[in-house]
């Protein structure tokens, strides 16, 4: 049932397989039932879309639909056509410009914290929520504490609905269920992932949200140099880390420094394609994301792997300009040094990378498992800031004596 109220944002945050994307799919055949059309459907990407929000979810509005109001999947026109006359239409999170023009009458947002483009795909889906008389959007996410999150939930105009996984427990597999709770119940992870809640900052980790959001920008400036930072993994198999793939940018030509009064070289995270998967799957996917971003190299930890990591890569790419790196000292004390940058506002963010985020706002040196996106990025920037070359054993000092070259 549709909350009561002049509401704008009707949004569910709650655990994982609470039933929020079985809400979504229903609120938009209600809506749909009751004429209102366009309807604009907005996942992380198209295939998101197709697969939880229309087609293939046990959930989605294909399997939640009546036979007697069954819509007319057009995959090729992206369009969904109710026997009344009612469409929605498909877009992506990660092209918002899509969204550009195009007028709604209600739109459904699954998993906005995920959005790579987060704040630009809500924006321009608002500005097109301008049509019949009630615009509205029903927004089904587990949370992160993205600043965006954070604005959606203190407007006047939002209804919030928060739910706990153990609710939806009779329609759970009890494996699943049961495996959920011993690996994640008393955790941190565990109370955002099966809670619902808004986390704040781990105290005791490295980095802060707010050094995250502040420098957070649209689009980067022209780079000097770029690289792909790689952490990878030591096994492949179903229960295997996952492989660390950051790629990051630097310019000299940053903003000056509040003290000299010269330009300082800034940093940009420009991708992520962390993956978990074999040696040849993570190969691929580095050399995929170094020809995306036009890379000057891929810089590998080979502690665990020798010259096999290097090999690894170029058995994709052979001509891949290939950078190994050796981890003499602990995590932290290559982190530290990063994390400071970020604090200076020196590191920008182009766009969200919500687990990324997660990690660095959460992992506390010492702690946990082994943050393979924060030592990819890390690499990558040692690279980036000219660190001394075979070692990781630098300092903050030197790095603020380094001009990326």
Known sequence: MLP?????TWMLLSGRGYGKSRVGAETVIKWASEGYSPIALVGQTKADVRDTMVELGESSILKVAPPWFYPEYEPSKRRLTFPNGSVCIIYSGDEPNQLRGPQHQKAWVDELAKFKKARET?????????QGDNPQVVCTTTPRPIRLIKDIVADKRTVITKGNTLENATNL????????????????????????????????????????DDARVTSAPELDKIAVGVDPAVTSNPNSNATGIIVAGSTSKGAPDKKTGRPVP???????????GTPHE??????????????DKVIGEVNNGGDLVEANVKSVGANIPFKDVHASRGKAARAE???????????????YFPELEEEQTDWVPGEGESPNRIDAEVWAIWYLMGGPQGSDDFTLSNMARTRSR
Not at 4 to 8: I, K, S, T, Y
Not at 122 to 130: H, K, V, Y
Not at 266 to 276: E, K, N, R, S, V
């Open 4 to 8: 009561m109220g002049d509401w704008f």
């Open 122 to 130: 809500w924006d321009n889906l608002e500005f097109g929520l301008r």
């Open 173 to 212: 597999n009890p494996l699943f269920l049961n495996r959920m709770l011993e690996k994640y119940s008393g955790t941190r992870q565990g109370r955002q992932e099966l809670n619902g809640d808004i986390l704040d900052d781990n105290p005791n980790a490295l980095w802060k949200m707010k050094w995250i």
């Open 266 to 276: 800034h940093y940009y995270i420009l991708g992520d394609y962390t993956i978990q």
């Open 282 to 295: 993570w190969a691929v996917a580095t050399v995929s994301a170094y020809n995306k971003h036009n890379a």
């Open 337 to 351: 040094p990063v994390s400071s940058l970020y604090e200076q506002g020196r590191v920008h963010h182009v766009g």
